[in-house]
């Protein structure tokens, strides 16, 4: 039988691995098993369902691990080809946090979709989410702002902060400014902003499936044909209300039905 070595104790100024930071004396820095996990994750909405609830209704073994936040119940599953998330963390209100993968095709409001399809509850279950539908950030569970100061703007928070104070954004309010303030600070949200925006309007306009947003929007606000460029102080003004004035509409459907697809009219 091998004989074990002994492994001296931590040296009397090595703080906690859990604990290191930046000059620590500690070598080591400890993340718990459901932080390595989360790490490829995205807050996607907050539920106002109870986790065990949740557990009970599609059979998952909830795990107990910790955070920064304290201790965490979690379930790790695949749903319609999405891998979700589930947790609550002590000291939140009650209520079930959903998280998902980054990136991949769906849009955030049908993965809730299928997720509240699969419970059996409708969308009035959701107290939060990302597109904005429910939105309340008195609500928003601590886990979610992980060392931001406040959470990260919802879909309809942007778009109405800055319709109200479009100079804010742009020096000159014209339909390009516009569009490239929107496009940027999509990219920027990682798809959140403008996520189902071009199919919507494409079933809208009922043809230009493959023309980019933008493009379809000059064409729904001239249906008689675009303006020769460059385009009148006049004509630009009218592209951007009716910029405006679709956005709202799609913000509109989207709040009224989350699980209803985005590429409806």
Same mark, same amino acid.
Not at 18 to 23: D, F, I, P, V, W
Not at 225 to 232: F, N, V
Not at 237 to 251: S, T
């Given at each position: 039988?091998?004989?074990?070595?002994?492994?001296?104790?931590?040296?009397?100024?090595?703080?906690?691995?859990?604990?290191?930071?930046?000059?620590?004396?500690?070598?080591?820095?400890?993340?718990?098993?459901?932080?390595?996990?989360?790490?490829?994750?995205?807050?996607?909405?907050?539920?106002?369902?109870?986790?065990?609830?949740?557990?009970?209704?599609?059979?998952?073994?909830?795990?107990?691990?910790?955070?920064?936040?304290?201790?965490?119940?979690?379930?790790?599953?695949?749903?319609?080809?999405?891998?979700?998330?589930?947790?609550?963390?002590?000291?939140?209100?009650?209520?079930?946090?959903?998280?998902?993968?980054?990136?991949?095709?769906?849009?955030?409001?049908?993965?809730?979709?299928?997720?509240?399809?699969?419970?059996?509850?409708?969308?009035?279950?959701?107290?939060?989410?990302?597109?904005? *539908? $429910? #939105?309340?950030?008195?609500? &928003?569970?601590? %886990?979610?702002?992980?060392? =931001? @100061?406040? +959470?990260?703007?919802?879909?309809?928070?942007?778009?109405?902060?800055?319709?109200?104070?479009?100079?804010?954004?742009?020096?000159?309010?014209?339909?390009?400014?516009?569009?490239?303030?929107?496009?940027?600070?999509?990219?920027?949200?990682?798809?959140?902003?403008?996520?189902?925006?071009?199919?919507?309007?494409?079933?809208? *306009? $009922? #043809?230009?499936?493959?023309? &980019?947003?933008? %493009?379809?929007?000059?064409? =729904? @606000?001239? +249906?008689?044909?675009?303006?020769?460029?460059?385009?009148?102080?006049?004509?630009?003004?009218?592209?951007?209300?009716?910029?405006?004035?679709?956005?709202?509409?799609?913000?509109?459907?989207?709040?009224?039905?989350?699980?209803?697809?985005?590429?409806?009219?």
């Amino acid at each position: 039988m091998t004989e074990l070595i002994d492994v001296p104790d931590a040296e009397a100024d090595w703080e906690p691995a859990t604990e290191t930071r930046a000059g620590g004396r500690n070598p080591a820095s400890q993340a718990s098993m459901f932080q390595s996990a989360a790490w490829p994750l995205r807050s996607l909405a907050l539920l106002s369902v109870d986790l065990e609830a949740v557990a009970r209704r599609l059979r998952l073994t909830l795990e107990t691990s910790w955070d920064g936040h304290g201790t965490v119940r979690a379930a790790f599953f695949v749903l319609d080809g999405t891998d979700f998330v589930v947790t609550h963390h002590e000291g939140d209100a009650p209520g079930t946090h959903v998280w998902t993968r980054k990136g991949g095709p769906v849009d955030s409001a049908t993965r809730v979709g299928s997720l509240l399809t699969a419970l059996g509850v409708g969308p009035d279950a959701v107290s939060y989410s990302v597109w904005g *539908s $429910g #939105t309340d950030l008195t609500h &928003v569970p601590a %886990a979610w702002r992980r060392g =931001l @100061a406040r +959470p990260v703007w919802s879909r309809q928070e942007f778009w109405e902060s800055f319709k109200s104070r479009p100079r804010m954004f742009v020096a000159r309010v014209s339909f390009e400014a516009v569009t490239g303030v929107l496009a940027g600070y999509d990219i920027a949200s990682g798809g959140a902003l403008l996520k189902g925006f071009q199919e919507w309007l494409a079933a809208r *306009s $009922g #043809t230009g499936e493959n023309l &980019v947003w933008w %493009a379809l929007v000059a064409e =729904l @606000a001239f +249906p008689d044909g675009r303006p020769a460029e460059p385009w009148s102080h006049g004509d630009d003004q009218h592209a951007v209300a009716e910029l405006i004035r679709l956005f709202d509409e799609f913000c509109e459907h989207l709040a009224g039905d989350p699980t209803a697809p985005q590429t409806g009219a």
